[in-house]
């Protein structure tokens, strides 16, 4: 079972960046596409980017152009780059990995089966 813990989350001013950083451990990561998503107190949980295994990246629409998915294998590490962020940027952000390897139907959290604890961000002035 893979354990996720989320790190970087904190308080920013709107057009500022931040980086989430997610280390795995307890299983064989470089072998899953892993991803981000981010909730809303009462909303569901949102897809933010997603990872393949061999480094194919997916992004939500609101995000594209702004925020960078990657992930060091030799380090167990997935990271979220988040640039020129908005006020609706703020939520808290969770870590997942994917039950694959291919990321199949990635947009969907019941496709991982295994999060973090999540992180806060929050964009403000």
């Known amino acids: 079972q893979v354990q996720l813990v989320e790190s970087g989350g904190g308080l920013v001013q709107p057009g500022g960046s931040l980086r989430l950083t997610c280390a795995a451990s307890g299983g064989t990561f470089s072998r899953y596409a892993m991803g981000w998503f981010r909730q809303l107190p009462g909303k569901e949980r949102d897809f933010v980017a997603a990872?393949?295994?061999?480094?194919?990246?997916n992004y939500a629409d609101s995000v594209k152009g702004r925020f960078t998915i990657s992930r060091e294998n030799a380090k167990n590490t997935v990271y979220l780059q988040m640039n020129s962020l908005k006020p609706e940027d703020t939520a808290i952000y969770y870590c997942?990995?994917?039950?694959?390897?291919?990321?199949?139907?990635?947009?969907?959290?019941?496709?991982?089966?295994?999060w973090g604890q999540g992180t806060q961000v929050t964009v403000s002035s």
């Open positions: 990872i393949r295994s061999y480094g194919s990246t």
């Open positions: 997942a990995k994917h039950e694959g390897w291919n990321g199949l139907e990635y947009h969907l959290p019941q496709r991982y089966d295994s």
